[in-house]
């Protein structure tokens, strides 16, 4: 009996224990992590030789493959970031179709793939929101490795598809010349090959970058297998939202490709041409920051009202 009774209060002392360790959970607004560790999380393949080498652009290695969907916890809290009210959620593109909307008010959609190495990494956050009452949060620091994102999943590569999301930076958000994904349609690649984004926004000195890279290579191993364009779009604005609506009327491997990106509902960017590497499935969005190799500088920016839609 005693030694039963020891054993029942050492298990209530473990579940006090286990208690006290979720209570101390609370009110850290982080949203999920995964195993740290520099770079890509999961079981990465190796960079084929001679593929990683540094170039003037973020150069995407290989990636993970998708790896367990981390909870993340439906906390809030303020942000220290500069709020600026707007009640009116951005212009979006093609409606109808099947669609997608994040707009973090209850955590994240198990749809989404998080690739946080630690919990600095992200937070739900009550101010900057763009609309509702939540926005997400995501911090890079340059010991995080190469990125810090959510992945959502595959689109139809033979249906036109909309990228709407909404984007805050930060007063404090500095020009780099080092340039760095905030958005990217990212090749999917069910048999193996280069991974990488096919089609991206990124910040690169004072500048909105609009990033392509195609290739109707079917097994694409090398990126020189592949052209790659950055086009300029004008600067970005730290302390207030940015809408962005990245329509492709037509994904394509070749000449045929329609890509258009619209600013607070400016057209900045119409161009026909590849947005895609031959893959069978489409590419996937993610969102956050990707640097291709790790950046020196830290970065925190602010999402809302993503939604992906897709046409007839
Ligand atoms: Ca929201």
Request: glycine share 12%.
């Amino acid at each position: 009996m005693r030694r039963g009774s020891r054993h029942y209060l050492a298990v209530l002392a473990v579940a006090a224990l286990a208690l006290g360790a979720c209570d101390e959970l609370e009110g850290q607004p982080v949203v999920s992590v995964q195993p740290p560790g520099p770079g890509d999380t999961g079981p990465a393949p190796t960079p084929p030789p001679g593929d990683t080498a540094a170039s003037p652009e973020a150069e995407p290695s290989p990636e993970a493959e998708p790896s367990p969907e981390a909870e993340p916890s439906p906390e809030a809290t303020d942000s220290p970031g500069t709020p600026t009210p707007s009640e009116e959620g951005p212009p979006r593109g093609a409606g109808g179709g099947d669609g997608f909307h994040e707009g973090f008010e209850n955590g994240l959609a198990s749809t989404w793939n998080a690739q946080f190495c630690c919990q600095h990494s992200s937070r739900f956050v009550t101010s900057p929101v763009r609309a509702g009452a939540r926005a997400l949060e995501i911090t890079y620091r340059p010991s995080d490795g190469e990125r810090a994102e959510i992945a959502g999943d595959s689109v139809d590569r033979n249906r036109p598809t909309t990228f709407s999301f909404s984007v805050f930076l930060p007063q404090d958000f500095a020009p780099q010349s080092k340039d760095h994904f905030i958005f990217q349609a990212h090749s999917s690649k069910p048999h193996g090959g280069l991974g990488g984004p096919n089609l991206g926004i990124q910040v690169v000195d004072d500048q909105w970058q609009v990033w392509r890279r195609w290739s109707d290579h079917p097994q694409m191993t090398k990126r020189s297998q592949g052209t790659t364009e950055t086009t300029r779009v004008g600067a970005f604005a730290t302390g207030r939202w940015t809408d962005f609506v990245i329509q492709i009327d037509r994904w394509s491997t070749g000449d045929d490709g329609v890509t258009k990106v619209y600013v607070d509902g400016e057209l900045v960017h119409d161009v026909r041409g590849g947005n895609m590497y031959n893959r069978q499935l489409g590419p996937y969005p993610k969102f956050g920051i990707y640097g291709g190799d790790p950046l020196r500088f830290s970065r925190t920016l602010y999402y809302d009202e993503i939604s992906v839609v897709q046409g007839p």
